[in-house]
């Protein structure tokens, strides 16, 4: 009687196992890209990121709608000397899925007093350990033009190149 109770309790929750999804990838240290996953076709992929970085304030810089490839001017964030530059592609997945790469450039803009000039030194954004500070922000903000997207069909991935 206990067996067939025991066998009764694990077969009524085996639909709720099977509805059960792992967990999102989560950042690891050095990841340097990030992937969008979604059923949109690759056009509109590209249309509709284009306006979530519009949204997000944004400039589009340069765009390839052949090669659905994009890069956004320099965005000066805030009454710092800090730039970030958000690029990427879209295109089909292994799934048959539009699959959406973004990465990021942080530009430091550095006045020269004495010349009165400036100079821009640039690095590729990367999740760097999540230690508070100019990585992890500039990181964090090319994740949330990627959370913004409206349609995924996957959590984020994060890849390094």
């Known amino acids: 009687m206990k067996i067939a109770l025991l066998v009764g309790l694990l077969l009524a929750t085996l ?4 509805q059960m999804q792992p967990p999102p990838p989560a950042h690891f240290k050095g990841a340097n890209a990030i992937i969008v996953t979604t059923t949109d076709s690759v056009d509109l992929a590209w249309h509709t990121i284009l306006e979530t970085l519009l949204g997000k304030g944004y400039t589009v ?3 390839d709608a052949v090669l659905h490839t994009f890069a ?5 964030l805030g009454a ?3 730039q970030l530059t958000i690029t990427g592609f879209v295109r089909h997945g292994a799934s048959g899925q539009a699959e959406i790469s973004l990465s990021g450039r ?3 803009v550095t006045a020269m007093v004495y010349t009165l000039a400036t100079a821009t030194a640039a690095q590729p954004v990367a999740w760097r350990g999540g230690a508070p500070g100019v990585d992890t922000t500039m990181f964090e903000l090319v994740e949330a033009v990627a959370a913004d997207y409206p349609r995924q069909s996957k959590p984020l991935n994060y890849i390094a190149r």
């Open 15 to 18: 639909p709720a196992l099977a």
């Open 106 to 108: 942080h530009n430091y």
């Open 80 to 82: 710092t000397s800090q």
């Open 72 to 76: 956004t001017a320099p965005k000066n």
């Open 61 to 63: 810089a340069t765009k």
